[in-house]
């Protein structure tokens, strides 16, 4: 009897074993691939919701995979990084310079009549302006941009370019020209015909000899008056419109065919510097790219100066640093060619990390540059640049649909770009590039937290299930009970990982590229915690406690909650207060599991389970004092291996 008694004894002891083991494999084979499942469904559906109240459309989907890892960010300059509506931003009158227009409202009101007459007169009468509110940054212009942004200007002193025309209706016109150079014929009330002209920097400047210097008194525009102006403004490269006016003689014959044939012996009014001003969030945004290793680039068909100007306003280049080239697109094709016109990859690789801006590009070119970056590698890693191009207009339709990541502007951009667009910027805001990588690094994140998550949970589980079903002196934890660990406490901690803390920003550092999502210094960290975490249950098994088996358990359900906190929530942060704002729904998760678990404890399953009425104080003390200890050691792992554990 005693033999046939040993036998079943030993059989049994073999069918737990291998019970045991059998669930030790389902639980690392089950519980990781329905945790990934999760949290990536979970992190898509917040991620969207979240993308469409910040006005930022995803076309294609896919897209999600490349916006972490974007490493290079071209941006066009017109109408990208700039409104693509030009306004007045400084004027020369009376013999001043002046940025501030309540200065201008300053002067007496016989001149600004006169000013606000001829930049009305000569601006054609099909420009309009349509602000939505007083001080509208980004008006809707209707007509040439020029011509509105002269009309914008009057709006800024005060008067209604309306009511001017109201005046001077364009029928009444005795001749006009507006194709060539604007100018137009007059008659005033007294009967006296006035000719006035707008037309640009010095190619006017040669016709007026006298220019207004105090109200409406005059004097010589001589050499050293111009000298005097182009000492601050250099009329030949940059946008300036000049202003003047005639009072024709009585019998003076108009050639109407060859109006500025009578354009001679002008009185300048004034000199207006125009400029396509930089987009507000412009610098914020190319300042964040770049410190976190994003290397931004600007690709235009501008001219060097204004090119060179806005790279230096946003921060993408500046004078100071020779190391970044400014390359005309002409230039730049034929120093990454070979012999045989074929871009040479070396010359490309050399030539990638240099440049700054390209100007004066065509849309070929700026299709060969985005096609070069694709091929070169990132510094050593000999991983491929991911190239991100930001544009609106149908000469970036190219470059567009040859990157990695097409970002179109919605409100401004052309039928062809937005036709390659993989994210539209519904909005034209700027910070929405920043906000999709922000939001696409956030669900890489937490599904890289998620998978160390359940991977150091699932491994101690599945050991210690293996252990105690080997030892008798070891408390085995049933599989229901298991069940419940696992399962309840893990889908609530791994929803707890679909939503991104208010508090983190993943521009803070570069994202490191893996050729896994855990990488090897972070698999040795969570095999060292999870044998710390197994030694703790085995030592808590193997002492005198009573209901020993619930102690694991309930010891299990803290450690949980540590690695989840030291995961999700302290994320290299040590301030207390920091965490506790930035991380609300976190910690809501980590008190609904702990109340049901405390209700399951004390009043539910395991009571009917395990024969027993709950656990004491001192052991619930106990298992939270176990929790602490195992999120110390996590933080320690952390340091050490340089990795969120």
């Known amino acids: 009897m005693a033999e046939v008694a040993s036998l079943e004894f030993k059989s049994l ?3 737990i074993v291998a019970h045991s083991a ?51 960010l071209l941006f066009d300059k017109t109408g990208t990084l700039t409104f693509d509506k030009f306004c007045a931003t400084q004027l020369y009158i009376q ?36 602000e939505r509110f007083q001080g509208d940054l980004n008006p809707r212009y209707v007509g040439v941009k020029i011509g509105c942004a002269m009309l914008r200007m009057l709006k800024s002193l ?3 370019y309306e009511r001017i025309r109201k005046q001077y209706p364009e029928d009444n016109f005795i001749c006009s020209e507006y194709r060539r150079y604007n100018a137009v014929v007059v008659q005033l009330e007294d009967g006296i015909k006035r000719l006035f002209v707008q037309d640009y920097g010095s190619d006017i400047l040669d016709k007026c000899s006298r220019i207004i210097s ?27 419109k000049v202003v003047a006016y005639r009072d024709l003689e009585l019998n003076e014959n108009l050639d109407t065919e060859n109006l500025f044939s009578s354009v001679r012996d002008m009185t300048c009014i004034a000199i207006i510097k125009l400029d396509d001003p930089l987009r507000p969030q412009a610098t914020e945004v190319v300042e964040r790219c770049v410190n976190v290793g994003i290397d931004v680039k600007m690709i235009t068909g501008d001219s060097k100066t204004r090119a060179e100007s806005i790279a230096s306003q946003c921060g993408i280049w500046s004078s100071k640093h020779t190391a970044k080239l400014v390359l005309e697109g002409s230039e730049f094709e034929s120093q990454i060619q070979d ?41 050593t890693t000999g991983k491929r640049r991911v190239v991100a191009v930001v544009g609106d207009g149908t000469n970036d339709a190219l470059a567009l649909a040859e990157s990695d990541v097409a970002f179109v502007m919605g409100e401004e951009g052309t039928d ?46 599945a050991l210690y299930s293996l252990v105690s079903a080997c030892l008798e002196s070891v408390a085995y934890i049933g599989i229901l009970s298991l069940l419940w660990a696992l399962c309840t406490s893990n889908v609530l901690l791994t929803l707890g ?7 983190i920003d993943y521009l803070q550092k570069p994202l490191e590229f893996r050729p896994s999502l855990i990488s090897a210094g972070v698999r040795s960290a969570l095999l060292i915690q999870g044998v710390l975490q197994l030694a703790v249950l085995l030592g808590l098994s193997l002492s005198n406690f009573a209901s020993k088996d619930i102690l694991v358990l309930n010891t299990v359900v803290f450690m949980q909650l540590a690695n989840y906190a030291n995961l999700k929530l302290m994320n290299g942060n040590l301030e207390v207060t920091k965490i506790c704002k930035s991380h609300r729904a976190c910690f809501i998760v980590i008190i609904a599991v702990m109340a049901v678990h405390v209700l399951f404890v004390e009043f539910g399953l395991y009571v009917g389970l395990l024969g027993t009425d709950g656990i004491s104080v001192r052991s619930w003390l106990l298992s939270a004092v176990c929790g602490l200890i195992s999120l110390l050691s996590s933080r320690m792992l952390s340091v050490i291996f340089k990795s969120a554990v």
């Not at 007459?117 to 054609?124: I, L, R």
């Open 416 to 461: 062809a770009a937005k036709s390659t667009a993989q994210v539209m910027l519904e909005d034209d805001n700027l910070q929405s590039v920043v906000t999709a990588i922000v939001l696409a690094r956030g669900i890489y994140d937490n599904v890289t937290k998620c998978i160390n998550f359940h991977f150091i949970n699932a491994f101690t589980v």
């Open 13 to 15: 002891s073999n069918l």
């Open 158 to 160: 005060d008067f209604s």
């Open 497 to 503: 990982f679909s939503v991104k803390g208010g508090g």
């Open 95 to 130: 013999g001043k310079f002046h940025q501030n227009f309540d200065d201008v409202k300053k002067t007496s009101k016989e001149f600004l009549d006169l000013l606000a007459s001829a930049v009305c007169v000569t601006t054609s009468y099909s420009a309009e302006v349509h």
């Open 214 to 240: 105090n109200d409406l008194e005059t004097q010589s525009l001589d050499n050293d008056k111009l000298d005097e102006i182009s000492a601050e403004w250099d009329l030949d490269n940059g946008l300036y």
């Open 22 to 72: 059998l669930w030790a494999a389902a639980i690392l084979l089950t519980i990781i691939p329905f945790a990934v499942s999760f949290t990536q469904l979970t992190c898509f559906k917040w991620t969207l919701k979240k993308l469409a109240t910040c006005k930022i459309g995803l076309v294609d989907l896919t897209v999600l995979d490349k916006l972490p890892y974007i490493t290079t």
């Open 339 to 379: 012999d045989e016109g074929d871009i040479d990859h070396e010359k490309m690789s050399s030539l990638a990390g240099k440049l700054a801006v390209l100007y004066r590009s065509s849309p070929d070119e700026k299709y060969v540059l985005v096609q070069g970056l694709k091929q070169c590698t990132v510094g």
